[in-house]
């Protein structure tokens, strides 16, 4: 199997081409820094996607504007923080401001030449919106946890992806799906039989970070520790 066997290559967005840790770590500051400072960025980290998994789970159906909002004010009564409905709102306002990873926009503008390129995203239109002037590209299509009304990993979202790139004459072997969380993305994708290349953005400093962790072995097909390398990886191909 190499990169040049795909016509179409999937993305999940958060953590993948946009560095939502670093933008994370931003939004929480306030909030960190008023009512939990001894906390490092991995415990915080942490304690993020904690509430997030659970918060999506038990409100599918949610934007992910107000699921962060939601997280926030979980995380503030957690520290012993009094409750602030415009704090939580402005972190749920946050996306649009989270970085672009420097080595995406060049990556995306590369691959957009070879392939189609798609997003399946666990956010909202109008958060990916905001996000989407960072990324360099025009995308061929962006499915969002708002279409489906689930967040990944649940298998709707891959189904849904799979059925859209389906009707309009993609075969599911001709689909790469490009990923940093295992959680999130590589355990559905192999529930699916969808090819997946793992974007190991924490090879430096390990752990999950941001995402849930995961129990047993994640197979994946491809792994870079950045969007540079899997373009890099093409182009080497001739």
Same mark, same amino acid.
Not at 44 to 50: H, V
Not at 74 to 90: E, I, K, N, Q, T
Not at 150 to 168: E, G, H, I, Q, V
Not at 175 to 189: E, G, N, R
């Given at each position: 199997?190499?990169? +040049?066997?795909?016509?179409?290559?999937?993305?999940?967005?958060?953590? /993948?081409?946009?560095?939502?840790? $670093?933008?994370?770590?931003?939004?929480?500051?306030?909030?960190?820094?008023?009512?939990?400072?001894?906390?490092? #960025?991995?415990?915080?980290?942490?304690?993020?996607?904690?509430?997030?998994?659970?918060?999506? %789970?038990?409100?599918?159906?949610?934007?992910? +504007?107000?699921?962060?909002? %939601?997280?926030?004010?979980?995380?503030?009564?957690?520290?012993?923080?009094?409750?602030?409905?415009?704090? #939580?709102?402005?972190?749920?306002?946050?996306?649009?401001?989270?970085?672009?990873?420097?080595? /995406?926009?060049?990556?995306?503008?590369?691959?957009?030449? @070879?392939?189609?390129?798609?997003?399946? +995203?666990?956010?909202? @239109?109008? $958060?990916?919106?905001?996000?989407?002037?960072? !990324?360099?590209?025009?995308?061929?299509?962006?499915? &969002?946890?708002?279409?489906?009304?689930?967040?990944?990993?649940?298998?709707?979202?891959?189904?849904?992806? !799979?059925?859209? !790139? %389906?009707?309009?004459?993609? %075969?599911?072997?001709?689909?790469?799906?490009?990923?940093?969380?295992?959680?999130?993305?590589?355990?559905?994708?192999?529930?699916?039989?969808?090819? +997946?290349?793992?974007?190991?953005?924490? @090879?430096? /400093?390990?752990?999950?970070?941001? &995402?849930?962790?995961?129990?047993? &072995?994640?197979?994946?097909?491809?792994?870079? &520790? $950045?969007?540079?390398? !899997?373009?890099?990886? @093409?182009?080497?191909?001739?």
């Amino acid at each position: 199997m190499q990169l +040049s066997d795909f016509r179409v290559l999937t993305f999940d967005c958060y953590g /993948t081409l946009i560095d939502w840790e $670093s933008g994370l770590r931003t939004a929480l500051a306030p909030l960190r820094n008023a009512a939990a400072p001894a906390l490092s #960025d991995d415990a915080m980290l942490e304690a993020f996607a904690e509430h997030e998994s659970h918060q999506q %789970a038990l409100t599918p159906a949610m934007p992910y +504007s107000e699921v962060l909002a %939601a997280v926030h004010r979980r995380l503030a009564a957690d520290w012993g923080a009094p409750p602030d409905p415009v704090a #939580d709102a402005r972190f749920g306002g946050s996306v649009g401001e989270w970085p672009a990873f420097p080595d /995406t926009p060049g990556a995306l503008r590369y691959l957009k030449q @070879h392939f189609r390129l798609v997003i399946l +995203s666990n956010v909202d @239109h109008a $958060s990916f919106a905001r996000s989407l002037p960072r !990324l360099g590209v025009a995308f061929d299509a962006v499915y &969002t946890a708002q279409d489906i009304g689930s967040y990944k990993p649940d298998a709707r979202n891959f189904a849904y992806l !799979l059925d859209r !790139l %389906a009707a309009d004459g993609v %075969a599911k072997h001709e689909v790469l799906h490009v990923a940093q969380s295992l959680f999130h993305d590589h355990v559905p994708a192999n529930a699916v039989g969808l090819a +997946s290349a793992w974007i190991d953005r924490r @090879h430096a /400093t390990g752990g999950a970070g941001a &995402t849930a962790p995961v129990n047993g &072995t994640v197979r994946y097909d491809f792994r870079f &520790t $950045s969007m540079a390398a !899997l373009a890099d990886a @093409h182009r080497s191909l001739g």
